[in-house]
């Protein structure tokens, strides 16, 4: 049978403990009346026979060894509560017995106890302390009235104070039951409130946006990594927005007064960011500050567009070839028929035009192919070296004019034909802008700027890049040329990022010059760990 005043019971030590304290000081007090002048304390009735001062420093022992016990023994918490309370019951029973029975008024102590031993004790335990009580009280009164000469009606007020003690234990009991269930639920909402804290910093420190909290006084409270890097740095404790970024700090200026959702600034560290604002709704008035990068956005849109847009052109151009193809070979029959000036130049077009077209399904399937590569450690010189040979003799190119500079010991980890396709694309981009003479164009291996970095210069010696066409010279289908189909330095950057490489304009340089940087220890590690699983 469930004992319905302890379904929640759980040992409470600390509520115990104090317990224990007020009965320490209550057993200080009785000694201390009893030294006392007994003109002070004639109300409390103390006999001040040694007997009593005996039993008042016994009482003072026995609850200062309870006290204690509590404290550095945590085990048998019924037994000591038990003890505690019998101890109480025995001691302020006799004492209540020597000053006249329940007209002292000294049971009402006994409700003290037993409604502070209520609220940390078991369900059944509690009657059964109460039950002690009240056989001590109406004992101790009926045995007065039999042998003492105590008013016989004083019989009917212990039974009230009995009746009492049951009323203070089992409310008292009820009302522990509650404040522990409350405690429980309160204990268990505090641990997902933290669980909640913690999943919702994760969150917040995953962003790819960066997250600010600053306060009605301007006083940033909290961030995120990706802030810190938007911004440059991590904000010190305690400092404030506008020193910490100052165009950042006019933005949610003018979002206050303005009340606009979204600004735009650029940061010290160059770049755009837009800034949105939102007011919480914490007593502290604090603002919640969400940072993103417009170029990152526009990159992923720009992603987006390219991967529907390649998706689309790469079936169409599986559709392209086989008609393309006819469309060729019909031209060369048409060509083996001379008929005049007029046809020969009319077929010239046809094949220029179909070479052309030829060259844009090529590239667009080569684009298509970015994702399936073999990286491999690549000694630059040797590659290059032979590189060079072939696309001078398909392109015609006269000796002396690409001129190579690399070190016998440079590498790149690169799918190889990835890397055969990017500079092909380059080289052919800087000879058709260069003077064709001896060491027009330049492919030269540097280290880069950090350990493990390398980087391939592709450098003409021709007027270079036009400010107007810089910002648009990697985008797709732009070109100045004729007969360029516009895809080649976009798939030249776009197999560079799939091989965790980049590949860039330099903007200050007065001629045509590019820079492909890569790893060079990116295989070797890889290598090396293959190597120690299969040891």
Request: charged share 15%; hydrophobic share 50%; with cysteine.
């Amino acid at each position: 049978m469930t004992d319905w005043l302890s379904a929640t019971w759980e040992a409470s030590w600390r509520p115990f403990q104090y317990f224990n304290l007020y009965r320490l000081i209550l057993a200080g007090l009785v000694l201390l009346a009893a030294l006392l002048p007994e003109g002070w304390v004639a109300s409390l009735h103390l006999d001040y026979s040694l007997p009593f001062m005996l039993a008042a420093l016994s009482y003072l022992a026995v609850v200062a060894a309870g006290f204690l016990a509590s404290l550095h023994w945590r085990q048998r918490f019924n037994f000591q509560l038990s003890l505690q309370v019998f101890t109480d019951v025995l001691a302020i029973g006799g004492w209540m017995f020597v000053t006249g029975g329940v007209g002292s008024g000294v049971g009402t102590l006994l409700l003290v106890s037993l409604a502070t031993a209520s609220l940390v004790g078991r369900g059944r335990l509690v009657l059964f302390y109460a039950a002690l009580a009240t056989i001590a009280t109406l004992g101790g009164q009926v045995f007065g009235v039999l042998f003492f000469n105590f008013e016989p009606a004083t019989i009917v007020q212990a039974g009230l104070l009995s009746a009492g003690f049951f009323a203070t234990a089992i409310l008292a009991r009820l009302l522990g039951q509650r404040l522990m269930v409350n405690e429980e639920l309160a204990r268990q909402r505090g641990i997902s409130l933290e669980n909640q804290s913690r999943i919702s910093q994760r969150v917040i420190e995953r962003m790819q946006d960066g997250v600010l909290v600053v306060d009605s006084a301007g006083q940033i409270q909290r961030h995120n990594p990706m802030a810190a890097e938007m911004l440059g740095a991590a904000p010190a404790p305690g400092m404030q927005l506008a020193d910490y970024c100052p165009p950042l700090d006019e933005a949610m200026g003018k979002w206050q007064t303005s009340a606009a959702a979204t600004t735009e600034f650029a940061p010290a560290t160059g770049g755009e960011l837009r800034a949105r604002f939102e007011q919480t709704a914490s007593s502290a008035g604090e603002v919640l500050i969400f940072l993103e990068d417009l170029g990152r956005i526009q990159e992923r849109a720009q992603q987006l567009k390219l991967a529907a847009l390649g998706r689309l052109t790469a079936s169409i151009a599986h559709e392209i070839r086989n008609p393309l193809s006819a469309i060729g070979h019909a031209g060369e029959l048409l060509r083996e028929e001379r008929r005049g000036d007029m046809q020969d130049r009319l077929l010239r077009i046809l094949s220029d035009n179909v070479a052309r077209l030829n060259r844009i399904v090529a590239d667009i399937l080569e684009l298509g192919r970015r994702d399936r590569m073999q990286a491999e450690y690549l000694h630059l010189r040797g590659f290059c070296e032979q590189f060079l040979e072939s696309f001078a003799s398909f392109q015609g190119v006269a000796p002396g004019v690409i001129a190579l500079d690399a070190g016998a010991d440079a590498g790149i980890c690169f799918d190889r034909t990835h890397l055969h396709q990017i500079l092909w694309n380059l080289l052919d981009n800087a000879l058709r802008h260069s003077r064709n003479l001896a060491g027009s164009v330049r492919l030269q291996v540097k280290a880069g700027n950090a350990a493990g970095l390398v980087e391939l210069h592709v450098v003409d010696d021709g007027g270079g890049v036009p400010e107007t066409e810089k910002a648009q010279i990697f985008e797709p289908f732009f070109t100045t040329h004729h007969l360029g189909t516009g895809l080649g330095l976009f798939i030249a950057r776009e197999l560079c990022e799939a091989n965790g490489a980049s590949l860039d304009l330099v903007p200050e340089a007065n001629c045509g010059h590019f820079i492909l940087v890569g790893r060079s220890d990116t295989c070797q590690l890889t290598e090396a760990t293959g190597a120690h699983a299969a040891h």
